[in-house]
Nanobody, 116 residues
Framework: QVQLVESGGGLVQPGGSLRLSCAAS????????MGWYRQAPGKERELVAH???????TYAGSVQGRFTISRDNAKNTVYLQMNSLKPEDTAVYYC??????????WGQGTQVTVSS
């Protein structure tokens, strides 16, 4: 079993920045693509960004140019740098394996609130 713990969320003003962290209990990032997801109230969970074992990254159109996903295999940690935050970015952010069959359970996530 793999344990994933998200952190780094908080309350920021529009235009502000946050860096989210996803710490894994093992070095699963070496062989698995990882994704950052978010879920806003009343909406389904959506994929925001993902990174492959080779380091290739992909972003949702709504965050491209503002968010950056990265990985530090030595620390078993995936990051999501969020800049130029907008109120519509408000959501609970989760990290998980990109492959649905390997996702297992979801963690608690970390709350990001963008409000003036």
């Amino acid at each position: 079993q793999v344990q994933l713990v998200e952190s780094g969320g908080g309350l920021v003003q529009p235009g502000g920045s946050l860096r989210l962290s996803c710490a894994a209990s093992t070095n699963i990032f070496t062989f698995n693509a990882m994704g950052w997801y978010r879920q806003a109230p009343g909406k389904e969970r959506e994929l925001v960004a993902h990174i492959t074992p080779g380091g290739d990254t992909t972003y949702a159109g709504s965050v491209q140019g503002r968010f950056t996903i990265s990985r530090d295999n030595a620390k078993n940690t995936v990051y999501l740098q969020m800049n130029s935050l907008k109120p519509e970015d408000t959501a609970v952010y989760y990290c998980n394996l990109l492959r649905r069959l390997l996702q297992g359970s979801w963690g608690q996530g970390t709350q990001v609130t963008v409000s003036s």
